[in-house]
């Protein structure tokens, strides 16, 4: 499109929406082109912001008719460059936030609809103030966004016990990409009349449909709860210990995650008031939660811990004593993310194997990548409860950031390798967006690659919604 074709076409979206929700100055759209890690900036004619599900219906009529590419988004906190436009300058916004209305609780059958801007720690405070709990636990949770996490079946730290965001996702209402209306609402638990299609819309990045509400699951709101953190020696005691927190906590263990020593030692460098958890440094740590609706969690995590001390697993551990430590623990363990940027480049990977064989994933993947670059910093953390390691490189320390960002692709191809002989995955919760749309193809079966292609064209025949993402 040239900018002759481009203008008037912004003037007829901005009369959908109206001028003060089509932003097209920098000042305004620049937070909604730029992705959290700053691997994209994107560009774009026009941010448009409906303020109704017949705006977004009225938005992709035009795009429709007009070929117009669409990039719906959340609260865009995604880390694959799925939710921000590209650098061509064609492809519209479409954000959701202002679809911000909670539409209904209902304690009695354990729902809440919801429509897609809702903030995810506010739909947090609307399951507690009806007593019941949402569970979907994650970093960005102050401002992703509920659409964005269902876009993209959102992981987070509570998958073990209570599932991805597909298992928490009752129903849902979608704008499809000619503009017509699925309203697929229902709050049922039992539903077996042919295609579960909602199923197709979760994941899918914004490629097959606009998300514009669900319905959620709600559940009880644990009694209890109590946290610690274990220091262990390696990996296979932290899957010794797993195996122990399951059998004496089964569904009520809620966390279980893994931090290499490196990642403690970044945050405590550069976090102000990060602690140390324990009092002599450890290889390996675990922070584990266990939430009860029934007996004491703390009496409970004890048990556990005794049990480990015992076996000799655990060398050391701290149960957190009140709300205030509980946070700070909890804390500790989402600011790894953020404290590898003090580090110099940081390359990434979001894998998963079968739990058995994280213990064999780490050891080799590390051995590899510093044998390929001597001096690299590989910072694993992330849910072992869920065979889930964020797996990333930190650069040698005073190498040159630039030149270790360009080996990128070659750490990728070394680490994912490994993954795909364990019989693993290259994007465990994190999504495919662009940043992985050419792997896709390369782990994936051809006929599995082949059915996602027939969905795509059956849903979006004119390819308008978030076009080169995940395909
Ligand atoms: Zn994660």
């Not at 795009?63 to 300058?89: F, I, K, M, R, Y």
């Not at 790894?336 to 990434?348: H, L």
Request: charged letters at 20%; a negative charge.
């Amino acid at each position: 499109m040239t900018a002759s074709e481009i203008l008037p076409l912004v003037d007829r979206f901005r009369a959908v929406v109206g001028a003060a929700n089509a932003l097209t100055e920098p000042a305004d759209t620049t937070r909604y082109l730029v992705e959290e890690r700053g691997l994209y900036f994107g560009r774009t004619p026009v941010v448009l912001r409906p303020g109704s599900v017949a705006e977004v219906q009225a938005i992709a009529r035009l795009a429709h008719e007009t070929g117009t590419p669409l990039v719906p988004q959340g609260g865009n906190t995604g880390l694959v460059g799925g939710g921000v436009p590209d650098e061509s300058g064609h492809e519209v916004v479409v954000s959701l936030e202002r679809l911000d209305r909670i539409r209904d609780v209902d304690p009695a059958g354990n729902t809440m609809t919801v429509e897609a801007g809702v903030v995810l720690d506010t739909v947090h405070r609307a399951a507690e103030e009806a007593d019941r709990l949402f569970p979907l636990t994650l970093g960005s949770q102050g401002s992703c966004r509920i659409g964005g996490n269902i876009s993209t079946n959102a992981g987070g730290t509570a998958v073990l016990a209570y599932g991805n965001t597909r298992d928490l996702v009752l129903g849902l209402e979608v704008v499809l990409a000619d503009g017509r209306l699925w309203n697929g609402l229902r709050r049922l638990r039992k539903d077996n009349t042919g295609y579960d299609l909602k199923h197709l819309f979760i994941g899918a990045e914004g490629t097959l449909g606009i998300i514009t509400a669900a319905v959620l699951k709600l559940l009880p709101r644990p009694k209890s709860v109590a946290v610690a953190y274990a220091g262990v020696a390696s990996p296979e005691a932290a899957l010794r210990l797993l195996a122990v927190a399951r059998n004496h906590a089964g569904p009520a263990l809620t966390g279980f995650e893994l931090i290499a020593r490196i990642g403690i030692e970044f945050a405590v460098r550069h976090i102000a008031g990060a602690r140390e958890p324990l009092g002599q440094p450890s290889p390996w740590y675990v922070l584990i939660e266990v939430s009860s609706g029934g007996g004491d969690a703390g009496t409970m995590l004890e048990a556990i811990l005794a049990e480990a001390f015992e076996s000799g697993d655990v060398d050391d551990a701290v149960i957190a004593s009140n709300l205030e430590q509980t946070a700070a623990f909890w804390r500790l363990r989402h600011d790894m993310s953020e404290v590898q940027k003090f580090e110099g480049g940081s390359i990434k990977h979001d894998i998963s194997v079968p739990v058995s064989l994280v213990p064999a994933f780490i050891e080799e993947a590390s051995a590899a990548v510093v044998a390929l670059l001597p001096g690299a910093r590989p910072v694993p953390f992330g849910h072992l409860g869920d065979g889930n390691i964020h797996y990333n490189v930190s650069q040698p320390v005073g190498a040159d950031k630039a030149a270790f960002l360009r080996r990128w692709g070659e750490v990728n191809a070394v680490v994912h390798g490994i993954v795909t002989r364990l019989g693993g995955s290259i994007s465990a919760e994190h999504g495919i967006g662009r940043l992985k749309r050419d792997l896709l193809a390369a782990v994936k079966d051809p006929v599995e690659m082949d059915m996602m292609r027939a969905i795509k064209a059956a849903l979006d025949p004119k390819g308008i919604l978030n076009p080169g993402r995940v395909l």
